[in-house]
């Protein structure tokens, strides 16, 4: 019985009362008139939004699959091809398809067209030959593609267009011949692509400048590959090595040359330093041109030893010198920077085949600094840097000394008079007795302000010292006023330490 009659009914008869619906829903099903809600297919298992059709032996797709599936699994049936309409109905919610482990060997444009949120497409151990045009059209959001395992030789122009969401991309263990450079110079290709394994294939040369730009914005897998060893190959081989570019760290026995050898090649190698290669800052100002050599680079160039420098925005290389060009490369290796702007500082980085390899302390990069400076040269970072520590320590010992005298004129400054004390005694402050007030007039007239505040540092004469006789106090406490302490004012002037009531 049809889901929703069945539903409907069972409410009538568990109910206390009559729906007065059913018949109406009746009436609509025997007239063909009401949709209709696939349920799971007997061969198939059904979880919630995830649908499992996996070694069933399919050959077509079954019309009877619900299309709230947001996962659907085809593996390990039998279809060969993937024709328009070879799945019944839309699937807006699907976003993980799995199609491994089939005979498909031909996919029609907009074969996928009816499941535009799909995020990941498996299609691995096919038997896929070509990639035709435009063959994922549609998948404007798919994130990742796995096709390896296939017997893919061929990739047609435009294979990729529209895929700009693509991210991932598995084509390892196939029969490419030649590297894709289309997935990243075509126009409508995919624009955030950071992970290409191309490993197991039949690749025997890979462009190793553009190389060198685009394995900065990700990770491209060569591993497996019959690669012919030539200096350009090893520079970049040597160059991974030292920035520990993970494709290689992770299967370095996979690659030739790995050793800066291999039968019948040989590429002119470099005289090791005694010291290791330092990283370098070269200054100019803007309009100015700016010669870079090459870290370590033994001169005269051999003929076949190409040079390449990486550039905050390309990859340039000796053997196609552009005089014509903003930026270029020397036949002798040298960087060379006409008319220089702003834009152009950066960090540049040298590759060329040295035949060994680099210790991490070492650095193959320059930086190059266009703007207005107030030092020039190789060493200027050096110099700012020496220049700023002997600031630092100036200012630390100016504040130092300022701190020094300011306690000096403190603790010695007498800003008023001292005078005789009302009861007698001593008849003055003393020679080292100081006494700081607001206002000197205060202690003529003994007037004291509710906000004034008094500080007196008291010691012995030396001249009313008698060695020979008795001690006597240098000052009269039974007479001192607290007219002479720090307190917090709210002492009247004639308060005595006498009394134990206002003693401190």
């Known amino acids: 019985m049809h889901p929703i009659a069945s539903e409907l009914l069972g409410k009538t008869n568990g109910g206390s009362g009559c729906n007065a619906a059913a018949p109406t829903v009746l009436l609509l099903l025997c007239l063909g008139l009401l949709p209709s809600v696939a349920s799971c297919p007997?061969?198939?298992?059904?979880?919630?939004?995830?649908?499992?059709?996996?070694?069933?032996?399919?050959?077509?797709?079954?019309?009877?699959?619900?299309?709230?599936?947001?996962?659907?699994?085809?593996?390990?049936?039998?279809?060969?091809?993937?024709?328009?309409?070879?799945?019944?109905?839309?699937?807006d919610r699907l976003a993980t398809l799995v199609l491994s482990k089939n005979s498909i060997s031909e996919i029609d444009v907009n074969a996928f067209a009816v499941m535009p949120h799909l995020l990941h497409l498996d299609l691995s151990s096919n038997q896929l030959s070509v990639l035709n045009s435009s063959i994922f059209t549609g998948l404007k959001e798919l994130k990742e593609l796995l096709l390896f395992g296939n017997q893919i030789a061929r990739i047609e122009q435009g294979a990729f267009s529209n895929l700009y969401s693509l991210q991932r991309l598995y084509l390892s263990a196939n029969r490419l011949t030649a590297f894709p450079l289309g997935l990243y110079e075509e126009p409508g290709g995919p624009r955030n692509l950071t992970f290409l394994d191309l490993s197991k294939n039949r690749l025997s040369k890979v462009p190793v400048q553009s190389l060198l730009s685009l394995t900065r914005q990700g990770d491209i897998y060569?591993?497996?590959?019959?690669?012919?060893?030539?200096?350009?190959?090893?520079?970049?081989?040597?160059?991974?090595?030292?920035?520990?570019?993970?494709?290689?760290?992770?299967?370095?026995?996979?690659?030739?040359?790995?050793?800066?050898?291999a039968p019948g090649f040989k590429c002119p190698s470099q005289e090791a330093l005694d010291m290791p290669f330092e990283e370098q800052t070269y200054q100019v100002e803007p309009g100015k041109w700016l010669s870079v050599p090459c870290p370590g680079l033994t001169l005269p160039v051999q003929e076949d030893q190409v040079v390449f420098w990486v550039t905050p925005?390309?990859?340039?290389?000796?053997?196609?010198?552009?005089?014509?060009?903003?930026?270029?490369?020397?036949?002798?290796?040298?960087?060379?920077?006409?008319?220089?702007?702003?834009?152009?500082?950066?960090?540049?980085?040298?590759?060329?085949?040295?035949?060994?390899?680099?210790?991490?302390?070492?650095?193959?990069?320059?930086?190059?600094?266009?703007?207005?400076?107030?030092?020039?040269?190789?060493?200027?970072?050096?110099?700012?840097?020496?220049?700023?520590?002997?600031?630092?320590?100036?200012?630390?010992?100016?504040?130092?000394?300022?701190?020094?005298?300011?306690?000096?004129?403190?603790?010695?400054?007498?800003?008023?008079?001292?005078?005789?004390?009302?009861?007698?005694?001593?008849?003055?402050?003393?020679?080292?007795?100081?006494?700081?007030?607001?206002?000197?007039?205060?202690?003529?007239?003994?007037?004291?302000?509710?906000n004034g505040k008094r500080v007196a540092f008291l010691e012995p004469r030396a001249e009313d010292t008698d060695i020979g006789g008795p001690k006597t106090p240098a000052v009269n406490l039974g007479h001192i006023t607290t007219e002479g302490i720090l307190k917090n004012g709210s002492r009247t002037v004639g308060q005595t330490l006498t009394d134990p009531v206002h003693m401190a």
């Open 222 to 261: 060569l591993q497996g590959n019959p690669l012919v060893c030539d200096c350009a190959l090893l520079a970049l081989l040597e160059y991974w090595m030292w920035k520990q570019y993970r494709p290689l760290v992770d299967f370095i026995g996979d690659y030739p040359c790995r050793d800066g050898a």
């Open 42 to 91: 007997p061969y198939c298992l059904c979880a919630s939004d995830i649908i499992s059709c996996s070694g069933r032996n399919l050959s077509v797709l079954p019309i009877d699959l619900p299309s709230y599936a947001t996962r659907l699994d085809l593996s390990h049936s039998t279809l060969t091809a993937l024709h328009v309409g070879w799945i019944s109905r839309p699937f």
């Open 313 to 450: 925005r390309m990859a340039l290389n000796s053997s196609t010198n552009d005089s014509s060009a903003h930026i270029t490369v020397l036949a002798n290796g040298t960087l060379e920077i006409q008319e220089a702007m702003i834009n152009d500082s950066g960090t540049y980085g040298c590759v060329v085949s040295r035949g060994r390899h680099y210790d991490p302390s070492e650095s193959l990069e320059v930086s190059v600094v266009v703007g207005n400076i107030s030092s020039t040269g190789v060493s200027g970072s050096a110099h700012r840097s020496g220049a700023e520590h002997f600031n630092t320590a100036f200012t630390t010992l100016a504040s130092c000394v300022v701190s020094i005298i300011l306690v000096l004129l403190y603790l010695y400054l007498t800003p008023c008079r001292c005078r005789g004390n009302r009861g007698g005694g001593s008849g003055g402050c003393g020679g080292r007795a100081i006494i700081l007030c607001s206002d000197p007039r205060e202690v003529e007239s003994g007037q004291r302000r509710s």
